[in-house]
């Protein structure tokens, strides 16, 4: 590697650190807006435009708070596990295209490089929870541990059968060969697992079980404080980012858009972020919306739903490959199957009171409320 | 050959957790000693008295009427509740006529309290169980009660208006339209509620069969309210042994079945829908006239004793009351609904999972100022 190369390579990993850091506080913004007016609040008005500002503040607030430490910390862990958060979830990002050639290192087996990295974050929320020496951290980074263990196999199943209809896990290619038709159609099912189970890695509602603030206050967190904090911050809505580009990248036609040539990378990378920021405010949107499950249920979706349903994902887009069935067909099945998913949840989905949930109403007889 | 098995060689300890006083969801300052074998609640123990501020001792120095404002402070969510209570058990005493109208607006009042209560319950509970969105739709519409309740009393909360002998004064002229319109944005807005959050699966997951409890413990534990209602027991105090003019109004009781976190959280999204019906009743037959019976500043009630029942939005409050007849009472005793209904605790929680314990604590719709008083 020459030495210009080498230059590159580092300019490329600032700009895009520098540009992760812009779009965290873009999602902090837009995430305290959305949610404001889906309560019928306005959100952040008060630190500059339409409170623009406001994450800015943030950060600098963060900054310039104490880092305070229990004396039974176990230092050097407690130091290191922010990094070991939050180094990962910045890794993926070398090979994370934006653009047709926008990306630091286009490599062939980039999908399988960004799921070993990503397992990799839950080794530093274990350490915070366990270094922390406090119990609710602890039971927190259990919960993580099991959580994000768990749904890293429907994720990376789900990822499988895009990486066989492709037949690459280089994501240029992935995403080159939906020009004709973007994968959301040919694999709805596989749509869906990636992103329920990309919202479960997130650790967000409804699967904000290991930081719940109402069960353990903050979970592997709790203890953390200032800057230290906001690194684990930053390294979420990283990965946020990263789950939302990932589905847009895998299913949606990253950069593609009918009408708009790929050619011209400025115009390829708008097509991708307003892609990636309609995903991430239907993460939003689902925050605002559910409670949280309880670990037990969310390991049983886990285990009795996603997986199976992703290991038939996987056959039938094993079938259909081998056999060489017409493209509409896998389109088909994965929709047959979604929908029978669907049918079964919704046969226990209500939206208003049925015989077996409701209460009933007690009037008792003339006589006996005029006894009194 | 690897010996696969690991008994003997990984040991587990229960491990004790301190939720509270300070934890976001112990509504307050209530404290638990959990003993948890990883997630499961193997042994509790609750500790209470850290908000205590000697409240019924207090009650002993103050004339009459100053104690009406110490009784606000009780159950500082339904404040009107307790001044009715306070203020029936010395008209008992004295034998004290109310006027008519006093009686209306102290029932509109309290109902109104009742349903403001039961919103932020409402409101609650979904953050105990995660959702973050219905407390905001819970708020606004309870703002608009206490908006209602600034206008007539003076005060959002603690407001002292519920005298001996009738209440301070008449409430505004425009009060019928004012609450037509309050009662039916309520209306909307609760049922808005509803939809968010009562019948979503991932809430019924986490509250149906959730800390049930059976009848029998229930009144063997002395629960009341709509706590007690969720098993299945027609017990209010407003039917039972109707007080004020709750006897002319048509309204029922809602009951729940299996006495699960779900049916103690439903049961109050009826009773709201019942306490606007009375309130609705209340309105059309609220006759004129005065709205206090003028008394003495200083009341020096005969000497005697006296015990009576109310319902309050967290269950049966009593208030026992020993006059010597003097101008301060010998001892008042307050029956609390939350203390007794929190008493049931440690049955609730034994063998759920923490994060089980949070939604059960929160369905009981405990006030640490009541309990502790």
Known sequence: ?372 | MVDLSTEGQLDTVQMMVNMGPQHPSTHGVFRMVLWVDGERIVDLEPHIGYLHRGSEKLCEGELYVQIVTLFDRMDYISNLNNEMIFCRAVERLMGLAVPERAEYIRVILCELNRVASHLLFCGTFGIDAGAMTPIMYAFRDREKIQSMFEAVTGARMMHNYIRIGGVKGDVPDDFSQRMGALLKVLRQGINETDKLLSFSEIFLARTKGIGVIDAETAIAYGMSGPSLRACGVPMDVRKDEPYSVYDRFDFGIPIGEKGDSWDRYYVRVEEMRQSMRIIEQALEQMPDGPTITPSRLVLRPPQGEVYVRGENPRGEIGVYLVSNGADKPYRVKVRPPSFCNLMAIKELLKDTYIADAVVILGSLDIVLGEVDR
């Open chain 1, 1 to 372: 590697m020459s030495a210009l190369e080498t230059l590159l390579l580092v300019l490329a990993i600032f700009g895009v650190l520098t540009g992760l850091s812009v779009i965290v506080l873009s999602l902090i913004w837009l995430e305290r807006k959305f949610l404001g007016r889906m309560q019928m609040r306005m959100g952040p008005m008060h630190v500059g435009p339409f409170g623009l500002l406001q994450p800015v503040a943030d950060a600098v607030k963060l900054m310039a708070k104490e880092d305070l430490l229990s004396s039974l910390v176990d230092r050097v862990v407690y130091w290191v596990a922010p990094l070991a958060v939050f180094v990962p979830t910045f890794m993926i990002w070398v090979t994370i295209p934006v653009a047709r050639d926008l990306v630091i290192r286009n490599l062939d087996m980039g999908l399988f490089y960004i799921i070993a990295f990503s397992v990799l974050s839950i080794v530093g929320l274990v350490t915070a929870g366990w270094a922390s020496s406090n119990k609710y951290a602890v039971l927190g980074g259990f919960r993580a541990a099991a959580q994000l263990v768990s749904y890293e196999i429907p994720l990376i199943l789900a990822v499988l059968g895009v990486a066989m209809l492709a037949q690459s896990m280089n994501l240029e290619e992935v995403v080159n060969s939906q020009s004709t038709v973007v994968y959301a159609l040919v694999q709805p099912l596989g749509l869906v697992i990636f992103f329920i189970a990309g919202l479960a890695e997130l650790g967000r509602t409804p699967f904000d079980i290991h930081p719940a603030e109402s069960e353990v206050v903050g979970g592997p967190f709790v203890e953390y404080s200032g800057a230290h904090w906001a690194v684990f911050f930053l390294a979420e809505y990283i990965n946020t980012f990263a789950i939302a580009a990932l589905t847009v990248l895998l299913f949606l036609g990253g950069w593609l858009f009918p009408g708009i040539s790929g050619d011209v990378s400025a115009l390829g990378v708008l097509v991708f972020l307003v892609k990636t920021y309609l995903v991430i405010l239907v993460v939003f949107w689902i925050r605002g919306t559910y409670p949280r499950l309880r670990i037990d249920q969310l390991m049983s979706l886990g285990w009795k739903v996603l997986v199976p349903l992703a290991l038939v994902n996987v056959v039938i887009t094993a079938s259909y490959m081998f056999y060489g069935w017409s493209a509409w067909s896998l389109s088909l099945m994965s929709l047959a199957i979604l929908g029978a998913a669907i049918w079964g949840l919704s046969k226990r989905m209500r939206t208003a009171p049925t015989p077996e949930y409701t209460v009933k109403l007690y009037v008792p007889a003339p006589e006996a409320s005029n006894a009194g």
